[in-house]
Structure formats: structure tokens, C-alpha cells
């Protein structure tokens, strides 16, 4: 899955049920890796491996 499929598909999944607030922001959101100079890793960060420690 290419990276902007996946960040359109986040922006889906956030909007849904998220009210008009989310709707409007995952609209204007929608494209956003095409539209703007933002890289992959800023777009989609990545959770850090938990350690299993507290």
C-alpha cells in the first residue's frame, strides 16, 4: 500500500463517525502527500517498538 493510500485511508477511518469537525479536516487532508512538500515519515509516523518495559 502506497503511502498516500494509507493516509487517505486514515483520514477515512478518523472521519467516520468523528462528526462534521473530522469530516472537514480529512477533506482538506485528503491528497496532502501530493499537494504539499511533507515526506512519508511526517505523514505517517510510525509508533516506536515498545520494550515491554514500564
Do not use: F, H, V, W
Not at 496532502?32 to 509508533?47: F, G, N, S, V, Y
Request: hydrophobic residues 40%.
Amino acid at each position: 500500500m502506497s503511502a498516500q493510500t494509507e493516509a487517505d485511508a486514515l483520514l477515512r477511518t478518523l472521519a467516520q463517525n468523528g462528526g462534521p469537525l473530522l469530516e472537514t479536516l480529512a477533506e482538506m487532508n485528503t491528497g496532502a502527500l501530493t499537494k504539499a512538500d511533507i515526506d512519508e515519515q511526517t505523514a505517517l509516523p510510525r509508533a516506536a517498538p515498545c520494550s515491554g518495559r514500564a
